[in-house]
């Protein structure tokens, strides 16, 4: 059974930084493109970041040039550093993998708390 699991949220000041971690325990990781979403509450999961199995990567304007996501695909782990964090950003984060519609898988999420 495939399992993502993320690590590394947490309570933080804003400006402060923090770095989320996913580890899949998918066969072949590298064939996934990843993603990290958010939801925060009362609102609708959105996109955070995505990377493909290429290493091209996708940003929400609202996080571009602050958070950065990587891969390392000897350890089956996607990454997102998270810097210049707001208030705005307090959500629980949720890591992707995904190659096709039927081949897709969720983790249980992180929370991030950002406090002002």
């Known amino acids: 059974q495939v399992q993502l699991v993320e690590s590394g949220g947490g309570l933080v000041q804003a400006g402060g930084s923090l770095r989320l971690s996913c580890a899949a325990s998918l066969r072949i990781f590298s064939l996934y493109n990843m993603g990290w979403y958010r939801q925060a509450p009362g609102k609708q999961r959105e996109l955070v970041a995505t990377i493909t199995t290429g290493g091209i990567t996708n940003y929400a304007d609202s996080v571009k040039d602050r958070f950065t996501i990587s891969r390392d695909n000897a350890k089956n782990t996607v990454y997102l550093q998270m810097n210049s964090l707001k208030p705005e950003d307090t959500a629980v984060y949720y890591c992707?993998?995904?190659?096709?519609?039927?081949?897709?898988?969720w983790g249980q999420g992180t929370q991030v708390t950002v406090s002002s």
């Open positions: 992707n993998a995904n190659r096709r519609s039927w081949d897709a898988y």
